[in-house]
C-alpha cells in the first residue's frame, strides 16, 4: 500500500505493540515524503511524488483500482 501522512501508522503500531509482538516491522510499497511515523517502514519499495497516485489497487472515489500501474491525477 503507501504511507502518505503516515496517521494511519501512527494510530495502528502504538495499538499492535500493546499487544506484546515479539517483533513488529512495517513494509509499503510507496512512501510519499518521509512523514513522522512513530515507526518508520524497514522496507520501502518506491518513494512516491507528493502527488494524488491510483491504480494498482488504489483508487480515487472508487475509481481507477483497477489499472495494471500507478498514475497520478
Do not use: M
Amino acid at each position: 500500500d503507501i504511507v502518505d501522512s503516515g496517521n494511519t501508522v501512527n494510530r495502528v503500531v502504538p495499538l499492535l505493540e500493546s499487544r506484546g509482538p515479539r517483533s513488529l516491522e512495517l513494509c509499503t510499497l510507496l512512501q510519499k515524503r518521509p512523514p513522522r511515523l512513530v515507526k518508520q517502514p524497514r522496507w520501502v519499495g518506491f518513494d512516491a511524488p507528493d502527488v494524488f497516485l491510483v491504480g494498482y489497487g488504489l483508487d480515487c472515489d472508487e475509481n481507477f483500482r483497477h489499472l495494471p500501474y500507478i498514475a497520478s491525477l
